[in-house]
């Protein structure tokens, strides 16, 4: 019924900035949380940010004054804004959504920081 689908991914160089978007398809009225994971090669996915229903954020502390988690609930789109990139971004990036009745997740998106 509902998919997610993350876009906006790439290459950039340190510093760079890039924008991440998760798309939906249908509707989902009421939520939980959404939130972007992200998994590099051998390592554990972590948590990146989250966004409650009510707007309330939370981020990694990696991540704290350089990457901003918003949506935009008339095209039921979340973002993340991603500035000053560093090497250690490097990762497929997912798209997370829960709430009650499902847990849905994005197939992901490429991520490169490299000079």
């Known amino acids: 019924q509902v998919q997610l689908v993350e876009s906006g991914g790439g290459l950039v160089q340190p510093g760079g900035s890039l924008r991440l978007s998760c798309a939906t398809s249908g509707s989902i009225f009421r939520f939980y949380s959404r939130a972007w994971y992200r998994q590099a090669p051998g390592k554990q996915r972590e948590l990146v940010a989250s966004?409650?229903?009510?707007?309330?954020?939370v981020y990694a502390d990696s991540v704290k004054g350089r990457f901003t988690i918003s949506r935009d609930n008339a095209k039921n789109t979340v973002y993340l804004q991603m500035n000053s990139l560093k090497p250690e971004d490097t990762a497929v990036y997912y798209c997370n959504a829960v709430g009650a009745g499902y847990d849905l997740w994005g197939q992901g998106t490429q991520v490169t920081v490299t000079s």
């Open positions: 966004i409650s229903f009510g707007g309330s954020t």
